[in-house]
């Protein structure tokens, strides 16, 4: 895989959407079992821009609509349910996917894990 995004919140989807746009080969994961990450807690409607931030929508709905569009990226692939749990100096990154240790050399490494990690 050309880049792997850790972090299916708002700006790793947002990310792995605009690559997948230009083509470019994407793995997303992230350590939940559905994307959206804060936009799930998000019961409220947003205001602004319709075209700008979906307002009037909730932030659940968001994170649904959001997921929907990675669906439509056939270079795009989505991992849930996947912890990364190590960068190594060799330049891998190791994840655990399906109960396993599996390991990841991307070429391009995006962090996108939000406001609130736990620790291992």
């Known amino acids: 895989m050309q880049v792997l995004v850790v972090g299916a919140g708002p700006a790793g989807i947002s990310a792995a959407i605009e690559l997948g746009r230009a083509g470019v080969e994407v793995l997303l994961i992230d350590d939940k079992p559905v994307p959206g990450g804060k936009l799930s807690l998000q ?45 190594f100096s060799d330049k891998v990154v190791g994840v655990v996917h399906e109960g396993r240790f599996v390991r ?17």
């Open 43 to 87: 019961t409220h409607t947003f205001f602004g821009s319709i075209a700008d931030c979906w307002a009037g929508t909730g932030g659940i709905d968001i994170g649904t609509l959001l997921a929907g569009q990675l669906a439509a990226l056939p270079s795009v692939r989505v991992w849930l349910d996947t912890p990364a749990v190590g960068v």
């Open 104 to 120: 990841l050399r991307p070429e391009v490494l995006l962090v996108a894990t939000g406001a609130r990690e736990k620790v291992l």
